[in-house]
């Protein structure tokens, strides 16, 4: 059980990153990580969001869907789900924990659409994870997800200060360094832990 | 069919569920927002520019009503902004003292002693480079090259003859010049201050003598002749006390290097 939960932990945070071998969630990835600071509050509520999404949409995966053989409403159920989530948890936010909004307020409604969230339920769909599994691979995607977008951050703060040729100014140079982030975690694809 | 009409079924109710909490749920959560914070918010110019030194627009109009923020940070508003925001807090001018910038440098050009001639890049903080000492001998003195220009948004500095003055006219104390000065000889001093001293250099009078022809060499007269006792030399310079002035501007007349600035004089 322990093995599992820790196979699937590494697993989404390094082997099968999100961001750098599933491809999803490219848009904020590339949107917000101008600054590490944006780039760290958009990790946290990405990891929020996404382990909350896994919970619920587990629930109703498993007792509504399922149960009425209804599994092809799959991906449309899921982002319904997702949408209505996040923004009740903005407001809880906003009313109840202030400092936490404040923190995250901005980052939560551009995570409604965000690809890697329904990815991440589709995904414990596929894999048939259970609840328990469901939860941890939400949340430590997130966390693979937060580390990929606070490196590249950095990355690009560095990127800023160094003397690159003019024609790849902005995206180009980013989408570059992206590439090479990538290709640095490629060398941990196909590695089996237990 | 059946499976269709279940389709429908599940994900009809699903959504209004969810619909029905979202709107419930925006009526528990809902949040009292200061209507003054509002107004505030409305008067800005709303470009998150940061300008202020608070996260956002809504940052500083909330710092404003909670008591925390001066009136007139918005930089971007301008003096309409800061006048309207004060209208909404029922602020008036007398009870928030106005500050303005003031540069305590008369080294103009053929007055300062020049250590060397520059010629570079027009900028305060390169020709601070060498050394940490700017192209002229005195420490405290102007550089001249108009850093403070640059970043003046209500076009109040300006460069007269290789010293930085400051239009009070338009100068609405936001401190922007100051925070860039290289080496922080910009102060920003109350707008009721009648008169000040033009310079600040800290040095003996013997060697501010030879170094700039308008330099404060300490010699007193001014604390002497002050009817108000308003003037005291300290560290070799004049300091006004603001609250004794009164702003008759005998010192100004009287001083031998002719560097006290009397605003009021007509």
């Known amino acids: 059980m322990l093995t599992n939960i820790i196979s699937i932990s590494l697993g989404a945070i390094l082997i099968n990153n999100f961001i750098f071998s599933q491809f999803l969630g490219c848009c904020?990835?590339?949107?917000?990580?101008?600054?590490?600071?944006?780039?760290?509050?958009?990790?946290?509520?990405?990891?929020?969001?996404?382990?909350?999404?896994?919970?619920?949409?587990w629930v109703i995966n498993e007792y509504l869907l399922v149960a009425l053989h209804l599994e092809f409403l799959q991906t449309l159920a899921f982002i319904l789900v997702i949408a209505a989530l996040v923004q009740f948890v903005e407001m809880f936010l906003k009313k109840s924990v202030p400092s936490l909004y404040s923190a995250l307020g901005i980052y939560l409604p551009l995570i409604t659409t965000n690809c890697a969230?329904?990815?991440?339920?589709?995904?414990?769909?596929q894999n048939n994870y259970n609840f328990l599994e469901s939860l941890v691979y939400g949340i430590t995607g997130g966390l693979g997800f937060m580390l990929a977008i606070v490196l590249f951050a950095s990355v690009?703060?560095?990127i800023e200060f160094s003397d690159y040729p003019e024609c790849f100014e902005g995206f180009p140079i980013c989408l570059v360094s992206a590439a090479l982030l990538a290709l640095a975690f490629m060398g941990f694809s196909g590695m089996k832990i237990f | 069919m059946t499976s269709i009409l279940l389709a429908?079924?599940?994900?009809?109710?699903?959504?209004?569920?969810?619909?029905?909490i979202l709107a419930f749920a925006s009526q528990i959560f809902h949040v009292e927002v200061d209507p003054k914070q509002e107004a505030i918010r409305s008067c800005l110019a709303g470009a998150n520019c940061g300008g202020c030194g608070y996260p956002g627009c809504d940052?500083?109009?909330?710092?404003?009503?909670?008591?925390?923020a001066p009136t007139n940070r918005c930089v971007a508003g301008g003096a309409e902004a800061a006048e309207r925001i004060a209208r909404i807090m029922g602020v008036d001018a007398g009870t928030a003292e106005k500050v303005v910038a003031f540069v305590p440098c008369s080294g103009t050009e053929g007055h300062a002693e020049m250590r060397f001639n520059y010629s570079g890049p027009v900028d305060c903080r390169a020709a601070m480079l060498f050394g940490g000492k700017s192209n002229k001998t005195c420490t405290f003195a102007c550089i001249g090259m108009g850093n403070c220009v640059k970043v003046c948004q209500f076009d109040a500095m300006h460069i007269v003859n290789g010293v930085a003055k400051v239009d009070r006219s338009k100068c609405v104390g936001c401190g922007a010049c100051a925070d860039t000065c290289p080496k922080s000889i910009i102060k920003m001093i109350p707008e009721s201050l009648k008169v000040i001293p033009a310079c600040g250099n800290k040095d003996k009078g013997a060697k501010v003598m030879k170094m700039c022809d308008f330099g404060c060499i300490g010699c007193?007269?001014?604390?002497r002749e002050c009817p108000a006792d308003a003037i005291v030399v300290k560290d070799n310079l004049a300091v006004v006390d603001p609250e004794k002035c009164v702003g008759c501007g005998h010192c100004a007349d009287i001083c031998p290097r002719h560097i006290i600035n009397w605003f009021d004089k007509k």
């Open chain 2, 8 to 20: 429908i079924l599940v994900l009809g109710v699903l959504g209004g569920i969810f619909g029905a």
């Open chain 2, 220 to 223: 007193m007269k001014c604390q």
């Open chain 1, 28 to 57: 904020p990835f590339l949107g917000c990580s101008s600054k590490v600071e944006t780039a760290t509050g958009m990790g946290l509520a990405v990891v929020f969001v996404m382990g909350l999404a896994s919970a619920i949409c």
């Open chain 1, 156 to 158: 690009r703060e560095r």
């Open chain 1, 117 to 125: 969230v329904l990815g991440v339920v589709l995904l414990n769909v």
């Open chain 2, 59 to 68: 940052g500083y109009a909330a710092a404003v009503v909670a008591g925390e």
